[in-house]
T-cell receptor, first 113, second 116 residues
Framework: AQSVSQHNHHVILSEAASLELGCNYS??????LFWYVQYPGQHLQLLLK??????LVKGIKGFEAEFIKSKFSFNLRKPSVQWSDTAEYFC???????????FGDGTTLTVKP | GAGVSQTPSNKVTEKGKYVELRCDPI?????LYWYRQSLGQGPEFLIY????????DSGLPNDRFFAVRPEGSVSTLKIQRTERGDSAVYLC??????????????FGPGTRLLVL
């Protein structure tokens, strides 16, 4: 069975600090990997995704994530966070061309102005 | 444009009652997904439709849960004999086709279900 582990439940940073949120998954085959974000009062939305090719994926709002197959990891990074990045971040994994995605329990990011 | 909509936004019911939750996907999206999110946890997959048929219902927790999508658009999640443990936010998502390199899942606002 698939599982996703997000190491940090709550991260607090000051503006301009660098961000790295950890995500490790357990799955025996080829996977699609996702990061979703939920801003306060808004719907869950896609931040970035990896399906194949370049393991360094760039998403919206300056976020990027690196797929390291040997470590079963897909960590999310941003070099300089802003107050508006305050949100909950979810990592998810799923088999290719299938509807089922398995989500981690999320990391709440609070950015202090 | 219109996104995924879900009704009702909140539902309070009593233990043992029957509830229906509705999802209107983005127009033209053939794939539709239901998830359940409990407090402090990530979304948990319930069922996925491709068109009118349930392509994967492996996440439905037991036979009290059932979902339909009779015309390949609107979907209804039905919960019989509700239990307090069913209290959660029920999320619906849709995508143009099956989740692949070109596809993105778009989520609705969710229905918050509270079983007293």
């Amino acid at each position: 069975a698939q599982s996703v582990s997000q190491h940090n439940h709550h991260v607090i940073l000051s503006e301009a600090a660098s961000l790295e949120l950890g995500c490790n998954y357990s799955y025996g085959g080829t996977v699609n990997l996702f990061w979703y974000v939920q801003y306060p009062g808004q719907h869950l939305q896609l931040l970035l995704k990896y399906f194949s090719g370049d393991p360094l994926v760039k998403g919206i709002k300056g976020f990027e994530a690196e797929f390291i197959k040997s470590k079963f990891s897909f960590n999310l990074r941003k070099p300089s966070v802003q107050w508006s990045d305050t949100a909950e971040y979810f990592c998810a994994v799923g088999p290719p061309n299938a509807g089922k995605s398995t989500f981690g329990d999320g990391t709440t990011l609070t950015v202090k102005p | 444009g219109a996104g995924v909509s879900q009704t009702p936004s909140n539902k309070v019911t009593e233990k043992g009652k029957y509830v229906e939750l509705r999802c209107d996907p983005i127009s033209g999206h053939t794939a539709l997904y239901w998830y359940r999110q409990s407090l402090g946890q990530g979304p948990e997959f319930l069922i996925y439709f491709q068109g009118t048929g349930a392509a994967d219902d492996s996440g439905l927790p037991n036979d009290r849960f059932f979902a339909v999508r009779p015309e390949g658009s609107v979907s209804t999640l039905k919960i019989q004999r509700t239990e307090r443990g069913d209290s959660a936010v029920y999320l619906c998502a849709s995508s143009l086709g099956v989740l692949g390199s070109e596809e993105t899942q778009y989520f609705g606002p969710g229905t918050r279900l509270l079983v007293l």
